[in-house]
């Protein structure tokens, strides 16, 4: 038997579906770059069930793809690098060395792996698959070199000096020229969101683009009259600093000539104004993070993402630092932080480019305090970043070329720790992570140091969905249930391919759960294809019921079930990801093919 249904649709056009006969069965829509023609049909073959499969046994449905990347809200994942007394990663520990501590109480590691650079277990054995002759439909050979490693430079050009800026830009593209391997993709992100490339290994774009770079601050403190930091409008509006009050008081009075009556309502008023405009920056950056994340998260490969910013402070925004940082962990995403001031000098009492100084000289220790604290507070976030995902954190040093070869490699060798807390409550609060060695002897620990609770809990669906989602984004081959994928295409004409997907299933190593009479299963088949630079350009989403009698899982199990999904595509070198999950047993495999398409 074979339940067999196509969709076409054209982009910006409503989906007319046509059925096959003998069929019944719909299909999910499908993402194609703008003006191509998108044909996507999904066929289930179940041989020698035609007289006996009624459609109140196996029904499919159309699944609106959706994906984006989320986090698993009920368990923490903490990724850990441990250094020896050379800087060195170790590779050798175990579960057992490590101790994981949520508020003080110690927590059950439930989930421990080694990971390396490239993304892989060192133990991972890759599965041996069967060879199983699906409709004698020719294979096509995986020829295709597929990106293994996928570095996002993000800019923060709303925090960046010109000066800084260029000298960060230029190190950037001396470290490309002389780094960039065929494998490697790139894309540059800014926090302005302007410039920007995606990933690509088009060595002429990334240097285009980055010598186009150039600040966009939304705010400039130094244009305004008295001048107030981010750090000293806080320290002023949210805890009445009187140091901080009395520098902002003194400007305002010897240099913006205000009357010293109205001098520090003003003061005051000016510093809400500027508190206000520093959180929103602060905001778009890390929002603009958040979004790279995310984006780095559907990379089929190694995920570093270097963040090149001066430092800014969160502003009552540290539970966004949290969640991006939290983002980055469970999507595989390792930040590292790259300071371009370097080895400046930042106080106002030494700068001679500043229009003003106090004339009270005992507040020209109050500016230093000031001007160290605001530092100090800026670069704690990135740092923090850095910590929390096994990235590292480049600063005081002038050598930026160094740097960047600091900052865009992930380490070498690093541990994933997870746990669900015990007793967690669904209210936002901050957690205080640590984690320790049972024999420290001189090794240095990296890793987060707290999460936040999520507000509310999460259902047995969304978890589902994100386990897909995460499989799907991956490069590992996945086999806990028994499937073998083959491709098949030929050309329509020389702008256009037909492409086909076969996924076979061999049904009998399924969890059916036996229901008033019935065998009951739900599986879900994703297929996805990429194109040579890890974009996202097609997916089609099925979701098949079982509710079989006796008789019937007997002869699908004799036979096994295949499904055939098909994409009208243009000429070209496609990575294809196909994922299924059965819901009754939560088994799940995901594999790797590759197609290349002659033009």
Same mark, same amino acid.
Not at 268 to 278: I, K, T, V, Y
């Given at each position: 038997?074979?339940?067999?249904?196509?969709?076409?649709?054209?982009?910006?056009?409503?989906?007319?579906?046509?059925?096959?006969?003998?069929?019944?069965?719909?299909?999910?829509?499908?993402?194609?770059?703008?003006?191509?023609?998108?044909?996507?049909?999904?066929?289930?073959?179940?041989?020698?069930?035609?007289?006996?499969?009624?459609?109140?046994?196996?029904?499919?449905?159309?699944?609106?793809?959706?994906?984006?990347?989320?986090?698993?809200?009920?368990?923490?994942?903490?990724?850990?690098?441990?250094?020896?007394?050379?800087?060195?990663?170790?590779?050798?520990?175990?579960?057992?060395?490590?101790?994981?501590?949520?508020?003080?109480?110690?927590?059950?590691?439930?989930?421990?792996?080694?990971?390396?650079?490239?993304?892989?277990?060192?133990?991972?054995?890759?599965?041996?698959?069967?060879?199983?002759?699906?409709?004698?439909?020719?294979?096509?050979?995986?020829?295709?070199?597929?990106?293994?490693?996928?570095?996002?430079?993000?800019?923060?050009?709303?925090?960046?000096?010109?000066?800084?800026?260029?000298?960060?830009?230029?190190?950037?593209?001396?470290?490309?020229?002389?780094?960039?391997?065929?494998?490697?993709?790139?894309?540059?992100?800014?926090?302005?969101?302007?410039?920007?490339?995606?990933?690509?290994?088009?060595?002429?774009?990334?240097?285009?683009?980055?010598?186009?770079?150039?600040?966009?601050?939304?705010?400039?403190?130094?244009?305004?009259?008295?001048?107030?930091?981010?750090?000293?409008?806080?320290?002023?509006?949210?805890?009445?600093?009187?140091?901080?009050?009395?520098?902002?008081?003194?400007?305002?009075?010897?240099?913006?000539?205000?009357?010293?009556?109205?001098?520090?309502?003003?003061?005051?008023?000016?510093?809400?104004?500027?508190?206000?405009?520093?959180?929103?920056?602060?905001?778009?950056?890390?929002?603009?993070?958040?979004?790279?994340?995310?984006?780095?998260?559907?990379?089929?490969?190694?995920?570093?993402?270097?963040?090149?910013?001066?430092?800014?402070?969160?502003?009552?925004?540290?539970?966004?630092?949290?969640?991006?940082?939290?983002?980055?962990?469970?999507?595989?995403?390792?930040?590292?932080?790259?300071?371009?001031?370097?080895?400046?000098? &930042?106080?106002?009492?030494?700068?001679?480019?500043?229009?003003?100084?106090?004339?009270?000289?005992?507040?020209?220790?109050?500016?230093?305090?000031?001007?160290?604290?605001?530092?100090?507070?800026?670069?704690?976030?990135?740092?923090?970043?850095?910590?929390?995902?096994?990235?590292?954190?480049?600063?005081?040093?002038?050598?930026?070329?160094?740097?960047?070869?600091?900052?865009?490699?992930?380490?070498?060798?690093?541990?994933?720790?997870?746990?669900?807390?015990?007793?967690?409550?669904?209210?936002?609060?901050?957690?205080?992570?640590?984690?320790?060695?049972?024999?420290?002897?001189? &090794?240095?620990?990296?890793?987060?140091?707290?999460?936040?609770?999520?507000?509310?809990?999460?259902?047995?669906?969304?978890?589902?969905?994100?386990?897909?989602?995460?499989?799907?984004?991956?490069?590992?081959?996945?086999?806990?249930?028994?499937?073998?994928?083959?491709?098949?295409?030929?050309?329509?004409?020389?702008?256009?391919?037909?492409?086909?997907?076969?996924?076979?299933?061999?049904?009998?190593?399924?969890?059916?759960?036996?229901?008033?009479?019935?065998?009951?299963?739900?599986?879900?088949?994703?297929?996805?294809?990429?194109?040579?630079?890890?974009?996202?350009?097609?997916?089609?989403?099925?979701?098949?019921?079982?509710?079989?009698?006796?008789?019937?899982?007997?002869?699908?199990?004799?036979?096994?079930?295949?499904?055939?999904?098909?994409?009208?595509?243009?000429?070209?070198?496609?990575?294809?990801?196909?994922?299924?999950?059965?819901?009754?047993?939560?088994?799940?495999?995901?594999?790797?093919?590759?197609?290349?398409?002659?033009?």
């Amino acid at each position: 038997m074979t339940l067999c249904s196509v969709l076409e649709s054209t982009p910006g056009r409503t989906s007319m579906l046509r059925p096959i006969p003998h069929g019944s069965a719909t299909v999910s829509s499908v993402l194609l770059p703008a003006g191509a023609l998108v044909a996507v049909s999904v066929c289930v073959a179940a041989a020698g069930l035609a007289q006996s499969l009624s459609p109140s046994e196996l029904t499919t449905s159309e699944i609106q793809p959706t994906f984006r990347i989320q986090a698993q809200r009920n368990l923490v994942v903490v990724r850990v690098v441990v250094r020896n007394s050379k800087g060195s990663p170790v590779p050798t520990l175990r579960k057992e060395d490590f101790r994981l501590f949520d508020d003080g109480k110690p927590q059950t590691i439930a989930h421990f792996a080694i990971e390396a650079a490239a993304g892989r277990s060192p133990e991972a054995v890759t599965p041996v698959r069967r060879e199983v002759d699906v409709e004698a439909l020719p294979e096509t050979a995986p020829a295709l070199s597929t990106p293994e490693r996928y570095l996002a430079l993000y800019f923060d050009d709303l925090n960046s000096a010109f000066d800084e800026l260029v000298r960060a830009r230029e190190a950037a593209d001396r470290y490309l020229a002389g780094n960039l391997h065929p494998e490697d993709r790139v894309g540059i992100f800014t926090s302005s969101g302007s410039k920007e490339l995606d990933f690509t290994d088009d060595r002429g774009k990334l240097h285009e683009v980055l010598h186009k770079l150039t600040p966009h601050p939304r705010v400039s403190p130094r244009l305004e009259c008295p001048e107030i930091s981010d750090f000293q409008a806080d320290r002023i509006v949210n805890l009445e600093d009187p140091d901080a009050i009395a520098v902002a008081v003194d400007e305002a009075i010897n240099r913006c000539h205000m009357d010293p009556r109205q001098a520090e309502a003003r003061v005051r008023s000016d510093a809400r104004w500027a508190l206000g405009q520093f959180e929103m920056q602060a905001r778009f950056v890390l929002q603009g993070l958040e979004q790279v994340v995310r984006r780095l998260g559907t990379a089929p490969g190694q995920r570093n993402l270097t963040l090149i910013s001066s430092g800014f402070m969160p502003l009552g925004l540290q539970f966004l630092v949290g969640e991006v940082a939290d983002r980055a962990v469970r999507s595989g995403v390792v930040i590292s932080s790259l300071d371009p001031k370097g080895l400046a000098v &930042l106080l106002r009492t030494s700068d001679a480019s500043r229009q003003y100084l106090p004339v009270a000289p005992h507040l020209h220790t109050a500016i230093r305090v000031l001007d160290a604290g605001r530092e100090s507070a800026a670069s704690e976030v990135l740092a923090e970043l850095a910590e929390a995902t096994g990235g590292e954190f480049f600063h005081n040093s002038n050598d930026l070329d160094a740097g960047f070869r600091r900052t865009a490699a992930a380490p070498e060798v690093y541990y994933v720790l997870a746990f669900s807390p015990q007793n967690l409550k669904f209210d936002g609060r901050f957690h205080k992570l640590k984690v320790s060695l049972t024999r420290p002897a001189g &090794l240095r620990i990296q890793a987060r140091r707290g999460y936040y609770a999520p507000r509310r809990p999460l259902d047995a669906a969304t978890q589902e969905k994100e386990e897909i989602e995460q499989a799907l984004f991956s490069q590992d081959e996945l086999m806990e249930l028994p499937v073998e994928v083959h491709t098949q295409f030929f050309k329509t004409n020389d702008s256009s391919a037909k492409l086909s997907v076969l996924t076979r299933l061999d049904v009998r190593q399924l969890h059916f759960q036996e229901l008033e009479g019935r065998n009951k299963d739900n599986l879900t088949f994703v297929t996805a294809l990429f194109d040579r630079n890890g974009n996202l350009v097609a997916i089609g989403q099925k979701l098949i019921e079982f509710r079989l009698l006796d008789s019937s899982l007997e002869k699908l199990g004799q036979s096994g079930m295949t499904v055939k999904t098909s994409f009208d595509v243009a000429p070209g070198a496609y990575r294809i990801r196909q994922v299924v999950r059965d819901s009754e047993g939560a088994q799940l495999s995901g594999l790797n093919r590759t197609v290349e398409i002659p033009f």
